[in-house]
């Protein structure tokens, strides 16, 4: 594991005081107010060479700028039904916090269906949670702890994983490279539950290809993995597949129950959303929030996590004896950011 040195720090600040102003106005946003901890996460992203973390961090702000990824946040996706729809299709959400007060994001992988909305929704939805997290929950939770608090637990719930996951492998890879590229270093640990077979067949094959502080985040876990979740979060705070075994991720949403957090019932996501289009109307109090989609370009995956996306390809292709014509709809997702 590298280690951060404080010349390290200085260097990377110093190259940071040569950068244009308009990413300097878009670094507040990604560090707020807490500089030398973002420096630290780039730098680690790189495994300590200060070039390159430099290069990453000024990459991700042009990108930031380029995509006017400040203002995404004003943009609500509508009309609300739509983004219900989202919601049902994209299984995500903050179940509570940790005992030291990280957020605590539940993800529902072998659920997710990514089939309500164009490409480009599901890759808007993503990064708003992305920002929400970062400028508002992040920020209470360091508020609340009286300390910096600038990474999150993710529990990634594996039921229902099927080789159709096959279809979602290039919409997958986008949101993946754009949180390795934009938003690196912001997950503590990874914590997976409910795992099926095809899930294991997968992890034994692209679990070599991950980076060593990578492999070392994640752990898979025992069934719901609650009895290991609970020691690091209290009862209220697990997310709801992990409070039962063989809950999974289903049965959600189609009461509109308010304790399932991926649904758009959730206190969440009614904040969340509340608070987006809280900030449209603050900024087009003349104007009607606007329809369509907020289109982002996807950054092109470097070589390893396309070595990873094609590892899992084949290895669902073999599970399923190359069948199903799965390839034919995977390869129809562009990710150019020009089809929806």
Known sequence: MVFITEEMIKQFEALMEQIDEPLKITYQNVHQGYPTATLMRFLKARDGNVSKAHKMLTDS??????????????????????????????????????????????????????????????????????????????????????????????????????????????????????????????????FIVNVPYIFSACWKVVRPLLQERTRKKVQVLSGCGKDELLKIMDYASLPHFCKRDGSGSGKHLRNGTTDICFSLDHAYHQQMYNYIKEQARLVETNALIKHGSFHVKFPEPDANEAKIAETIECTLQRLGGGQNGLTNSFRSIAIDGQKS
Not at 75 to 89: C, E, G, Q, T
Not at 90 to 114: D, F, H, M
């Open 61 to 190: 702000l042009t990108w930031r700028v380029q995509n006017e990824i400040d203002i995404i946040l004003t943009k609500p996706i509508v009309p609300a039904d739509l983004y219900r729809s989202i919601r049902d299709s994209q299984l995500i959400g903050v179940s509570g916090y940790s005992n030291e007060g990280l957020p605590v994001i539940a993800i529902g992988v072998g659920l997710s269906t990514y089939d309500k909305a164009s490409v480009n929704y599901y890759v808007q939805s993503h990064i708003q949670m992305n920002e929400y997290r970062d400028r508002v929950v992040l920020p209470a939770a360091s508020t609340k702890h009286g300390r910096h608090i600038g990474t999150c637990i993710k529990v990634l719930d594996m039921t229902g994983l099927k080789l159709s996951a096959l279809n979602q492998i290039k919409l997958l890879t986008v949101i993946s490279t754009i949180d390795d590229l934009n938003y690196p270093e912001k997950t503590e640990t990874y």
